[in-house]
């Protein structure tokens, strides 16, 4: 199983006092020497972190895939489009939320979520979109023309008790397998953490998780590299 690491929290820390530092290229760069498969940004619409600045230099720095998690907007598409990621994941976002509350609305945003993906795929980039995993969301994905389906974790990583939990986990393994059938890759994330990530790796068809805000936590006390390699040794074993 491949680990996406998000470095977006390196910079909402340096946000947080309008400094220089600390910078998510050094945490990328990090990320990637400590074995992660892919590195992870989301440039949104109000710049809360990340900046166009950070993905150029990531893009141009790193030697392993970067995805750049997107909205559909059109300033960011045309972005994506110049600096030509590895993979595109399209997300829903809104002003409001302190952070990415669920999967894109792919029956409410069918029209233009098609269109910018048919515009990422002609320049080459892979297209994933972040979505609830629910089987006519995957059918959509498909008949879209994406190539990946990432599975948001939020509710599972939620869940108040271990019945829950392990109900949530049973409907992401549905879901993982449907995709499959249909020749989807599976990936998944969000609000995983050093815990209940135990769970998700048991999703065989589960191929890639994305993580980011649980590592960017832990390596406040141990360092970037000792807590991407912690949670490559869960997911790996």
Same mark, same amino acid.
């Given at each position: 199983?491949?680990?996406?690491?998000?470095?977006?929290?390196?910079?909402?820390?340096?946000?947080?006092?309008?400094?220089?530092?600390?910078d998510?290229?050094?945490?990328?760069?990090?990320?990637?020497?400590?074995?992660?498969?892919?590195?992870?940004?989301?440039?949104?619409?109000?710049?809360?972190?990340?900046?166009?600045?950070?993905?150029?230099?990531?893009?141009?720095?790193?030697?392993?895939?970067?995805?750049?998690?997107?909205?559909?907007?059109?300033?960011?598409?045309?972005?994506?489009?110049?600096?030509?990621?590895?993979?595109?994941?399209?997300?829903?976002?809104?002003?409001?939320?302190?952070?990415?509350?669920?999967?894109?609305?792919?029956?409410k945003?069918?029209? %233009?979520?098609?269109?910018?993906?048919? %515009?990422?795929?002609?320049?080459?980039?892979?297209?994933?979109?972040?979505?609830?995993?629910?089987?006519?969301?995957?059918?959509?994905?498909?008949?879209?023309?994406?190539?990946?389906?990432?599975?948001?974790?939020? $509710?599972?990583?939620?869940?108040?008790?271990?019945?829950?939990?392990?109900?949530?986990?049973?409907?992401?393994k549905?879901?993982? %397998?449907?995709? $499959? $059938?249909?020749?989807?890759?599976?990936?998944?994330?969000?609000?995983?953490?050093?815990?209940?990530?135990?769970?998700?790796?048991k999703? $065989?068809?589960?191929?890639?998780?994305?993580?980011?805000?649980?590592?960017?936590?832990r390596s406040?006390?141990?360092?970037?590299?000792?807590?991407?390699?912690?949670?490559?040794?869960?997911?790996?074993?």
């Open positions: 199983m491949k680990l996406g690491v998000n470095v977006d929290h390196v910079a909402t820390l340096r946000q947080a006092r309008g400094t220089v530092y600390p998510p290229v050094v945490a990328a760069l990090l990320a990637e020497y400590a074995g992660a498969n892919s590195i992870v940004v989301h440039l949104r619409e109000d710049r809360r972190h990340i900046k166009e600045r950070d993905v150029i230099i990531i893009r141009k720095m790193i030697k392993i895939p970067l995805n750049l998690e997107m909205s559909v907007n059109k300033d960011i598409v045309n972005f994506a489009l110049k600096i030509k990621p590895h993979q595109a994941t399209l997300v829903p976002e809104r002003r409001q939320e302190l952070t990415t509350e669920g999967g894109i609305d792919l029956r945003n069918y029209l %233009r979520v098609r269109e910018v993906v048919d %515009r990422l795929k002609s320049q080459g980039i892979k297209v994933s979109l972040f979505i609830d995993p629910f089987k006519f969301q995957i059918d959509l994905a498909k008949k879209i023309g994406a190539d990946i389906v990432e599975f948001n974790t939020g $509710k599972f990583s939620e869940a108040d008790n271990i019945f829950q939990r392990k109900k949530r986990q049973n409907k992401i549905e879901a993982a %397998r449907y995709a $499959k $059938k249909k020749a989807l890759f599976v990936a998944a994330g969000h609000g995983l953490d050093y815990d209940n990530v135990k769970e998700i790796v999703i $065989k068809e589960i191929e890639e998780l994305n993580i980011g805000h649980s590592i960017i936590c406040l006390f141990v360092g970037i590299v000792s807590a991407v390699e912690e949670m490559i040794d869960l997911i790996s074993n």
